[in-house]
Structure formats: structure tokens, C-alpha cells
């Protein structure tokens, strides 16, 4: 351990971790990064395959980006949100309103995932309420769902892993079983499906309406639940359920916006419009913490009224409309514009996908091997052809995550779901080194291991 490591021990808590771990693999302390690759303070690097937690989209000290930075931090750094405004966010809002699905046209800021989805929750709710109709109070969502880690989006969330012990504190959700599609009940397959499984929420909103404010979903692919893909025409037809029952719906594109898919975003696959989208993450390029809200002119007219009223949405965290982060943002939309991001990822996961087929083909533990835009999953199964999982404390997913450190990758595996999820700057060669890395890190695992 060097002495950063001792220090880090000594005085932080990390997240999501179980602290006994770093006892026999400590906290890795990042130096500096530069494009794909992150360097720790003892000159080992590792490639970075997941966007340091899916948010690092141009990779690390970007030249454009930095650039970005320096002239806002030498306007303005921060100032209040409520009655203040600043130019980054107005240039960011008018940007998003133009790229994103037609109707949302209002942009409400915070900063950072799990604040997002409270505040669609909120506004939802509160919509409801002043349209008189009072019974409107619970949300509905599905299993396996993510929504962050704050009460209101715990409770919509559904992974026991982060939620289940806080229970007795959460909402109560309306629960609808999630498309499932490596293990399809229906025997379909994703890419010519009907989205036959959406009959669990037509039941569900069928049944449910009346109390309901909303449906949150994560659109095309619930990530934290081990990267399951699902049809687009599953948000189609939710999307027209939602309308025919006067239920919101709110796409929580927090992991999937700005091309992550393949698309900007994710409801673009489905060409629907979300009555609320939550984004963060990929939104501020892995610099800063941020999100936005987006909604409809329908949601924000409802609370526009004189002041005593009191129907105005008193929402507000400290950060909201952080100029640097969004001037941040607008510099990450113009690299998207002039780079031609979203056509050039094309290509991209096109060769992860050539790699990473010839090589699942011949390990005899990778089950399914999925892949959307920059979203590339390996699901290691005991069995390939029951498609049996191993047993969770074997940690099979973890140990790998340590054998890929050493042989230079930071993967970090959804239990036993590995998966690529790259910042867009990754080109062929760095590809190849991760592809091969990775399997070879698989290998070096199940030789001693089975
Ligand atoms: C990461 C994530 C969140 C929570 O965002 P935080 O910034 O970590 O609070 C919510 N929803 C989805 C889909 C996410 O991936």
C-alpha cells in the first residue's frame, strides 16, 4: 500500500463498496488521465471501459473541453439560479430543447442523477395535484429498475442490492415485471419482437391508473440491472398507453442520453417523446456534476400562475445552473456536432462487436453477448445452455474485475455482467487492446477456477 492508499483508508468512505474489500485490493489513486486511459500514482494505467462510471463520454482531459473550461472559469465560475441566470445555461437549454424529443421544451437544473429523478417525481405529482386530480400519488416502474439512490428514487428503483434493507422507508411503488430478453419467457427475439411482455403494464395500468402519476423507466436499456436491452417497441406502446390513461411518462436517460445507444437519445429508437426526461451523467463529458429535467409546456403551465397560488414548483439545489458545468455541456454538444460523434460510433461498436462475437463464440461461459450503440455486455453463465447463473458469492464478476486491473483494464462488472462502455474518443487499436484484455482475463480466471 503507498501512502495515499494508507491516508484514503484512513479517512474516506467510498461508495458502493463494501469498505472490508480494500483491505486486499485498496483504493487505486488516479494521477492523471488522458484520453481512454486513466495513470495511478504508481505509473500502472489502465483503460478506462466504462467512462469512469459512464459519464467521461470525450475522454479524460479533453483539449477542447479544458479549453471550455479555462474561458468560463475566467466569466463567471457560479452564481445563484433563482432569479440569476448565466450564459452557458441558456446557450445549454435552447441547445437541448432543439436536439431533444419534440415537446420538451423546458429545462429545469440540478445536479446530479438521483436529484434529477426526484424532481420528475415531484413535478409529476404536483401536476397532478393542480389539475385536481388528487388521486393521483404513486408511481409505477419496473423490476430491475435504477433510478438512483436517494429515497424517492430508491423507491422507484428495484435492485435489492442498493434498496432492499431501506425498505420500510421507500414509496409504494406500483412494481411491473421488465422485459427480459437473453431469457425471454415468450421464446421471441429482441431484434423482431412485439414486445409481447408489455402485457405485465398494460394489466398493471389498466388496474392502477387512476392512482397514478407516472411510469419512470429507464428507455432501451435498464444498465444497472447488468446492461438488459429491450425492444423499442416496448416504449412504443407504453408511450401510447400513458396518453390513453393520462399517466406520465418519465425516461430516466441519466445512463443513456447524449449517443450512448447509438442515438442522442435512447426514446429515439422508439421515436417517442417522454412527457419528462431526466439527464445527467454523459451531459457535463465525466467533468462535473450536473442534470437537467426536461418537460412539456402542458407540465410547466401548470404551475404558472400568480404567486399566491401557490402553485409554483419550489424545487431548488444549490448548484442548479452551474456555469461551468454548463458551459461545459455546450462544448461536449459542439464536439457531437463538428466531430460527427453519433455516425462515427457506428463504426466503433461495429468492430467491438466483430471482436467481442469471435471471441464469446468460443468461451464456453460468456451466455449472451449484447450490444446497443457504444453498450457492449458479456453475461457469464455457469451453464450456456440453461443459462444458469453462478452463485452470486462467488463473486465471479469481481474476480475478474481484479484480474482485468492487473492486466491493465478498469472493467467493473454488474455481478457477473461484464460489459464496454467506453468514452466515444476509444479508436481500433485501444478496441483491440480491450477486447483482448478483457477475454484474456476471463481465461486467466476460469483456468484456475474450474
Ligand atoms: C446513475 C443513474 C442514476 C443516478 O444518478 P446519480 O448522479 O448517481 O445520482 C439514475 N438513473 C440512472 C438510469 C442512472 O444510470
Not at 428514487?153 to 420500510?168: E, H, N, Q, R, T
Not at 426526461?277 to 463529458?285: P, T, V
Not at 461461459?365 to 458479456?378: E, H, K, P, Y
Request: glycine content about 6%.
Amino acid at each position: 500500500m503507498n501512502e495515499f492508499q494508507k491516508k484514503d483508508l484512513k479517512y474516506i468512505w467510498h461508495p458502493c463498496s463494501q469498505m472490508k474489500d480494500y483491505e486486499e485490493l485498496p483504493p487505486i489513486v488516479i494521477e492523471r488521465g488522458k484520453g481512454c486511459y486513466l495513470y495511478d500514482v504508481d505509473g500502472h494505467s489502465y483503460l478506462d471501459c466504462i467512462s469512469s462510471w459512464w459519464t467521461n463520454i470525450f475522454g479524460h482531459s479533453n483539449v477542447r473541453i479544458n479549453k471550455a473550461i479555462e474561458k468560463q472559469l475566467n466569466e463567471i465560475e457560479h452564481v445563484i439560479f433563482a432569479h440569476f441566470s448565466n450564459k452557458p445555461a441558456i446557450e445549454l437549454s435552447e441547445k437541448l430543447t432543439n436536439i431533444s424529443p419534440k415537446g420538451l421544451k423546458k429545462v429545469f437544473f440540478s445536479d446530479n442523477g438521483s436529484s434529477a429523478v426526484e424532481i420528475a417525481l415531484k413535478m409529476s405529482f404536483q401536476y397532478h395535484q393542480q389539475m385536481g386530480k388528487i388521486k393521483k400519488v404513486r408511481f409505477a416502474a419496473l423490476t430491475d429498475a435504477y433510478h438512483g439512490e436517494t429515497i424517492g428514487a430508491l423507491s422507484v428503483g428495484d435492485l435489492d442490492l442498493y434498496s432492499k434493507i431501506y425498505k420500510p422507508l421507500l414509496l409504494d411503488t406500483v412494481r411491473v415485471e421488465a422485459p427480459d430478453c437473453y431469457r425471454c419467457k415468450y421464446g421471441k427475439e429482441r431484434s423482431n419482437c412485439n414486445a409481447e411482455c408489455f402485457e405485465y403494464m398494460e394489466k398493471a395500468l389498466e388496474q392502477y391508473h387512476e392512482e397514478l402519476c407516472a411510469i419512470i423507466i429507464e428507455p432501451m436499456v435498464q444498465c444497472a440491472a447488468g446492461m438488459k436491452i429491450y425492444s423499442p417497441m416496448y416504449l412504443r406502446k407504453l408511450r401510447k398507453a400513458c396518453t390513453f390513461y393520462d399517466v406520465h411518462l418519465i425516461a430516466d436517460e441519466i445512463a443513456v442520453g447524449f449517443g450512448r445507444t447509438g442515438k442522442m437519445f435512447a426514446c429515439n429508437h422508439a421515436d417517442i417523446s417522454p412527457d419528462i426526461m431526466c439527464l445527467s451523467k454523459g451531459i457535463s463529458a465525466g467533468y462535473m456534476p450536473m442534470s437537467v429535467v426536461m418537460t412539456t409546456e402542458d407540465i410547466y403551465n401548470a404551475f404558472y400562475d400568480d404567486f399566491s397560488t401557490l402553485k409554483a414548483f419550489i424545487h431548488s439545489h444549490t448548484y442548479s445552473g452551474n456555469a461551468m458545468a454548463c458551459a461545459i455541456a455546450c462544448e461536449s454538444l459542439k464536439i457531437f456536432n463538428e466531430e460527427n460523434i453519433i455516425e462515427n460510433n457506428k463504426i466503433k461498436s461495429g468492430i467491438i462487436r466483430d471482436l467481442v462475437t469471435e471471441k464469446a463464440g468460443k468461451n464456453s461461459f460468456v451466455g449472451d453477448m449484447r450490444q446497443i450503440g457504444m453498450i457492449t455486455a458479456l453475461e457469464l453463465v455457469k451453464n450456456k445452455k440453461t443459462k444458469e447463473k453462478f452463485n452470486w458469492k462467488k463473486r465471479t464478476g469481481y474476480e475478474i474485475y481484479k484480474i482485468a486491473l492487473k492486466n491493465g483494464l478498469l472493467l467493473r462488472p454488474i455481478g457477473d455482467v461484464l460489459y464496454f462502455m467506453p468514452p466515444y474518443v476509444i479508436n481500433e487499436k485501444d478496441i483491440e487492446y480491450m477486447v483482448n484484455k478483457c477475454f484474456h482475463s476471463i481465461d486467466e480466471y476460469f483456468q484456475t477456477n474450474h
